[in-house]
Every structure is written in C-alpha cells, then in structure tokens.
C-alpha cells in the first residue's frame, strides 16, 4: 500500500467515529430552515451538504483545507525553479488536510506516472465524434468510454464490503485524474492543430506535462498548476461538485460521476462563463476596432449588455459577496507577468465599471467579478486563443476536489441523495393561500 493510501486510510479511521457519533447523538439538531424562496430559487444558502475538503466563505472566500489561497500556494512544495507548487502536493493536501513534504508530493508524482498510460480506445472515440464538437463534450465522452476500467465497479459486482468502497474508489481516483491532462491536450492538438499531437513525457509534473503535450514554452507549465489548483475545489453546492457528489452517491463510479460533473460545468451561468468573458470581450475588442476602450465607454458596452436582457458574464457568485480571492490571485500573476497585455487592460476597466454598474442595475446580489472574469486573460496571453477550451481546463481542476470529496463520501458512509419535492399547491397552503 502507498504511504498515502496507508495515511489516507488513518485518517478516515479516525473521522468515522465523529460522523457516526454525530448521527447517534445529534442527529436531530437543526442546522437550516428551508423557506420557499430557497425551494424555488435554487436552494441557496440551505445548508444539507458536507464536505471537509473546502469550505467558502461569503466576504473571505475559498478555504482548501482550512488554508487561503496564498497560505495554500505558500505551504506546498514547490516545482524546482518555478514559482507554483506541484498539483501532486496539493491533491495530497486535499485528500488527506496534511501539508505534503516533498517525499510525500514525490511519491504521488510517482504514483501519476504509473497510471498516466491513456488505453488507445480513449482516442478512437474522441476522433469518432464531429469535428465541430464542444471540447467539453469530447471531454465528457472520452472519460465516459473508461468506465470499463472501474476497479470499484468490478468489486462491487464481486461484492465488498461497505466499509472498503473507498480503497477501489482511490484506486479509480488515481487512475482517472492521472490521465485527463493527457486526454485534455489531446483534444486540443486533434481540434486545433491538425492533430498534430504530442506525446506524454514520462519525466515530467502533472502541470509540467500538461504544458508539453498542449505544445506551449515556459511559463505556462506554472499556469497550469495555478489554473489547476485555484479550480480544484468551491465546497460542494456549485453544480458540478454537487453533480459529481449526487452521481457518485448512487455508487456509480467515478467515470460516470466526472463525466457528469463535466456536463454541468459546461453550463455558461457555472465553468463556460471563462469562455463567455473572452467571446464578449472579443466583441467589445471588434467594436473598438482594437482601441482600448475608456472607462466611459466600456460603461457603455456593460450597460448595452444588460439592457439586452444578458448577464455579464465573470461577474457575480451564488454565495460569495466579494471578488473572487481566485479571481485576485490570477489579477495578481497578471500584474506581474502580463500588466500591459490589451486583453488584461480590458479585464481591468471592466474591474474598474462593472461592480458599480451591476449595483446600479440592482439584481445581482453580488456585484463583484468571480474566477471566470480573469482566467481567459492569462490562456490567451501565452498562446491558448482557443477559448472554446478554457472550460476543459477547468474540468481537470474541478476533477481534483470532485475526486478527493468522492472518495471521503464513501469512507464516511454518506447514502444516496434524495431531497423531497413539494407541488406548487403544498408551497400555497404552507403559504395560506386559498
Ligand atoms: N449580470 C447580470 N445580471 C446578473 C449577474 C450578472 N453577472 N449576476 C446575477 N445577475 C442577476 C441574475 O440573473 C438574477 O436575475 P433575475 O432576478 O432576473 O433572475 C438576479 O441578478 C439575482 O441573481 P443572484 O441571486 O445575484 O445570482 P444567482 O445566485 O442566481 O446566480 C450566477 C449566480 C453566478 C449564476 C450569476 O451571478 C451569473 O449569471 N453570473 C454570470 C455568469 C458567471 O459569471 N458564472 C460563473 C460563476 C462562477 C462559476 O461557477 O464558474
């Protein structure tokens, strides 16, 4: 057993008592209150989902594992001669809340190269598909063409027992997310570079080769792993670490639970809004005829866009009430690498207008950009024009924090969802409505 496998497996054993002391002994107490604008509208702030791998925060936002963005960044062990940490480490600290070492983050690096062999079938299926496809939907079918590999589906037909589902859903895990990086730049180079594909390079990082195989230089193997980790995880409402938490609580596998997830991350109101801020950028760009535009009129174009009955896209959040600290981070890596590039001075005007804009407009509850309104900046400044793709990008984050929570909702026993409906005349006699 890998040490940490033998690691993860002391610290589910010391979780499941709190759980199940929780359940005997308080499960009666009261933690939400639904009122019909939550049964209505979506949910928000009812508080029915557990997860210990993140948690956010409305004013501070994303925590991983108890630690900020910047504490998270500082902690982990970092790739020699580069700026950001190793994605290894930092599923590490997902998976198990303990800061990596650098033994620890290397044994995971190993671990990865092992699984990273993608069975050739994987790439039959994304060339059968149209041409004209969505990456995210390649994205989805291929994962979803690897179910047969599931090692807890084959055990559970053999029949495990319960408290075991975890060790074949690591398995499976460790499996899967070895490989998308190299799925994902697959796609890239089939769809955008006349299939010109690069190979895996055995030697090198989960970020580091994610970089070579999409064929593009230094720095944006550092991009990868700051993309890869400030998209891992939002705690679990968002639609797709819910997706993936209600799929996989049916014990389906985590294929089917990923590619899932991915559908909803397709969504442009949720992870396609990265997309949606360059397309409208672009069109401010077209309007503009390549001049910046001044603060009076990106206004113009803000305002022109809400009175056409659309949102602006990157800006507001279900629970958040403030920028994105992921949103700050990448400000910040811009600032340092790319502060005149024409498309981050677009994103800063916008940053400038919007939110006093969106506070005039009066809906949005939160006026403040989120993690979609800066991350296609820094694609396109080395090289990935492609925006089409950005949510891809974002589905290999994702995968780490859907994946970590996955495994610890089998170690802790949490049963198949299954809220409970109302009809539209329960919800008017609750309301005393003849
Ligand atoms: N532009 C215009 N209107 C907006 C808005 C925006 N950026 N954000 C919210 N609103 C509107 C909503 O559409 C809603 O309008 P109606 O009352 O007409 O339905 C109203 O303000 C209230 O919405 P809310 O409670 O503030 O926001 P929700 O929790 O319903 O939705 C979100 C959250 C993110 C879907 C929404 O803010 C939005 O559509 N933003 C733009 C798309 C985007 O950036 N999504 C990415 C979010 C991060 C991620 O998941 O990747």
């Not at 944006?220 to 890869?228: A, E, I, Q």
């Not at 969504?267 to 401010?284: K, S, T």
């Not at 024009?385 to 589905?395: A, I």
Request: proline share 6%; glycine share 8%; charged share 25%.
């Amino acid at each position: 057993m890998s040490k940490l496998k033998e690691t993860l497996l002391e610290k589910i054993e010391g979780w499941r008592p709190r759980t199940t002391r929780l359940l005997k002994e308080y499960g009666d107490v009261k933690v939400s209150d639904v009122t019909i604008t939550q049964a209505i509208g979506g949910a928000r702030g009812v508080k029915c989902l557990v997860t210990d791998i993140s948690y956010l925060d409305p004013f501070e936002g994303i925590r991983f594992r108890g630690h900020t963005i910047p504490e998270t960044l500082a902690a982990l062990p970092k790739v020699p001669g580069h700026e950001m940490p190793y994605v290894e480490g930092f599923l590490y600290l997902l998976l198990t809340g303990d800061k990596p070492t650098e033994e620890q983050t290397a044994e995971v690096i190993a671990e990865f190269k092992k699984r990273k062999k993608v069975p050739d079938y994987v790439f039959d299926v994304i060339r059968a598909l149209p041409a004209d496809s969505h990456p995210m939907a390649m994205f989805s079918n291929a994962i979803l063409a690897m179910e047969k590999e599931s090692i807890f589906a084959k055990k559970y037909k053999e029949g495990i027992s319960k408290m075991d589902y975890w060790d074949s859903t690591y398995e499976d895990a460790l499996n899967l997310l070895a490989k998308l990086p190299t799925i994902a730049a697959y796609i890239y180079r089939l769809k955008y570079k006349n299939g010109d594909i690069i190979p895996s390079d055995p030697n090198l990082d989960f970020g580091g080769d994610f970089a070579h195989m999409m064929g593009i230089d230094k720095p944006y193997d550092d991009v990868s792993r700051l993309y890869f980790i400030l998209h891992s995880d939002h705690e679990s409402g968002n639609v797709s670490a819910h997706t993936g938490h209600l799929v996989a609580s049916a014990l389906s596998d985590v294929y089917y639970a990923i590619s899932a997830m991915l559908g909803g991350l397709a969504g442009p109101l949720h992870g396609l809004a990265n997309e949606m801020v360059l397309r409208w950028i672009q069109g401010v760009m077209d309007k503009m005829g390549g001049k910046t535009p001044d603060e009076e009129e990106m206004k113009k174009f803000v305002w022109d866009t809400l009175n056409s009955g659309q949102v602006i896209p990157g800006y507001g959040h279900a629970v958040l009430r403030k920028t994105d600290p992921r949103y700050a981070a990448q400000r910040e890596f811009c600032l340092k690498h790319l502060p005149d590039d024409p498309i981050f001075k677009y994103v800063d005007i916008l940053y400038k207008v919007t939110p006093d804009i969106l506070k005039e407009h009066g809906k949005a509850k939160n006026p403040w950009p989120n993690v979609d309104a800066q991350s296609g900046v820094i694609q396109w400044f080395y090289g990935l024009t492609e925006y089409d793709f950005y949510t891809v990008l974002f589905g290999i984050g994702r995968s780490l924090g859907i994946l970590s929570n996955i495994i610890w909702d089998r170690a802790l026993g949490y049963p198949i969802e299954r809220p409970k409906s109302l009809t539209t005349a329960m919800l008017e006699e609750a309301a005393g409505i003849k």
